[in-house]
């Protein structure tokens, strides 16, 4: 009986394993002749795996962290094809979504109807309060998809209102991971940087709070979102060592996720950041702070 349950199982996987779609061909300009493009592989290993290995991996998964680079639209690519399959292999619960904060919940969830029954989003800035910031050429794509599903669509960050109030008062973060002086003082660090150390020391704290408390909210809202859940979020709010996971692990979820992080070819991603890395190829570099120089 063993043996004839095991045949059926290797049985079953070969039939999904053929029926996955192959990922899409890179977009981004760069990188495209690197040795590592196109290359998944289990930090905890240092194995490279295929892409149906990979998502044999992520379907047990309760909680499935991506990170991405938002301007590669290799990444957007990716997230598309990993949340068709994935939901081939499972039955989904629901998408989060870094670039949806909850004010716009409502219209979201209306969109959804609309896009359920058929009917065309003819415009998404109206029909669902987005943000311009987030590329809707990069973003578009998959949250129409994902506004065709029978699952929720879900906003996963802070309110304009409520960033602002973190910065009139930094509230307490409670938790031993999230708040270790090593994580705080490494966000400082990137915080600073990201801001072409141009912003002023005393303006720092206030960032750092606004950072751990996006963290926060995301690892909330994973916890409270119908499962299995995918969350969809820039690469340093996915890592295991600085961002979401910390907070999941302090809130009592330290179990059940899984990271995977979208990284441009030559970029350095190991065990401490992520479960795996899919490297993709790259955009061409911006100094975006030369317009900031005097």
Request: a neutral charge.
């Amino acid at each position: 009986m063993r043996v004839v349950l095991l045949s059926c199982l290797m049985l079953l996987a070969a039939c999904q394993s053929r029926n996955v779609l192959p990922p899409p061909a890179p977009l981004a300009a760069l990188g495209r002749e690197h040795a590592d493009l196109g290359r998944i592989v289990d930090l905890a290993s240092g194995q490279s795996i295929s892409p149906e290995q990979l998502l044999s991996r992520l379907a047990p998964a309760q909680r499935v962290l991506v990170g991405e680079q938002h301007d590669n639209p290799d990444h957007h690519a990716l997230q598309l094809w990993l949340s068709r399959e994935l939901s081939r292999l499972r039955p989904q619960g629901s998408m989060l979504m870094e670039m949806l904060n909850p004010d716009q919940q409502n219209k979201v969830d209306q969109a959804q109807k609309t896009a359920r029954a058929g009917q065309a989003i003819t415009d998404p800035f109206d029909a669902l309060a987005w943000q311009p910031g987030w590329g809707w050429s990069l973003y578009g794509p998959l949250v129409l998809h994902q506004l065709r599903q029978s699952y929720p669509l879900l906003a996963a960050n802070l309110d304009r209102t409520e960033i602002m109030q973190i910065y009139r008062r930094r509230p307490t973060l409670a938790g031993q991971r999230s708040g270790a002086a090593e994580v705080q003082a490494r966000l400082l660090a990137d915080i600073r940087e990201s801001h072409c150390g141009l912003l002023p020391d005393s303006q720092l704290p206030a960032m750092l709070a606004v950072q751990q408390q996006r963290d926060r909210r995301m690892a909330e809202a994973l916890m409270a979102a119908p499962q299995p859940s995918l969350l969809l979020a820039g690469a340093f709010h996915a890592r295991k060592d600085l961002g979401v996971p910390l907070h999941l692990a302090d809130l009592g979820a330290q179990s059940g996720n899984a990271v995977l992080i979208l990284a441009e070819v030559g970029r350095s991603v190991d065990a401490s950041m992520a479960d795996y890395v899919w490297f993709t190829a790259a955009q061409p570099e911006q100094d975006h702070c030369a317009k900031l120089r005097p």
